[in-house]
């Protein structure tokens, strides 16, 4: 196998390895995370005042199973998805390096950037399928396959943006931000703290960076999540579209409900992105390792 082919082959086994690790840990805080995010405020039909509420209502209302609701489109999408992300980098890396030897701060921010752009154009009608399913209030045993969902989107509302390429805006800029950040904070600080000799204290160093990479980012780029979630959501008033657009979805949420409902689901997001992100890299990083050594 020709080099280039293997070493793409290779970070897209360890890119699919990562995300399926990471999303098989963290789902069900990605489930409380969409719950927050859609409710409108205190007359929504349900108001989860914490992370707790929110479980012990899910629990009780729908079964323990519903905080597992909508894994199977992360699951079936993590492969391409993480796959995606790490393989673009790494190409878009290389072309930004503009004729210099070694990567430079604006060099890992902007593959970064177009990595989670690339990124989001693939991962987005699963993103799709996936807040319908989570913010469906029944028993996990009377929800609709992922398949059938996405048939039910595709016959009703076609493939574009009122269907199931409806939120790609806000996906563009939730995965833009959050990638650029992420992995210009982890590359970056990397090459500025030595690496340590201890097994052990090198696997929390980079895990710490990753924590504090993956924190920051989700900080970062929630407005977008927020706007995501909102527009691939229920609509407030049956039959009316009030959020379609990312800037206007933000505008609007932060008019009617103030700035920081612009920042509704942070906790259960950082709670799964900090560690999740720094989950991801070390799998990543430590099956790319793996893999070049013995295939």
Known sequence: MPGKVKQACQQIAAGGSAGLVEVSLMHPLDVIKTRFQIQGGVNSPTHYTSMADCVRTMVRKEGTFSLYKGILPPILAETPKRA????????????????SPTPTAWTFALAGLCSGLTEAVVINPFERVKVKLQSEQLLFSQQTSAFSAARVIVREKGLGFDGLSKGLTATLGRHGVWNMIYFAFYHNMKGWLPEAEDPKLEFMRKFTLGLIGGTIASTANIPFDVAKSRIQGPQPVAGQVKYKWCFDTIRTVYVEEGFFALYKGLLPKIMRLGPGGAIMLLVYENAYEWLQKNT
Request: glycine letters at 6%; aromatic letters at 38%; zero cysteines.
């Open 84 to 99: 995606v992300k790490f393989f673009t980098f790494e190409q878009y890396k290389n072309l930004f390096l503009f004729g």
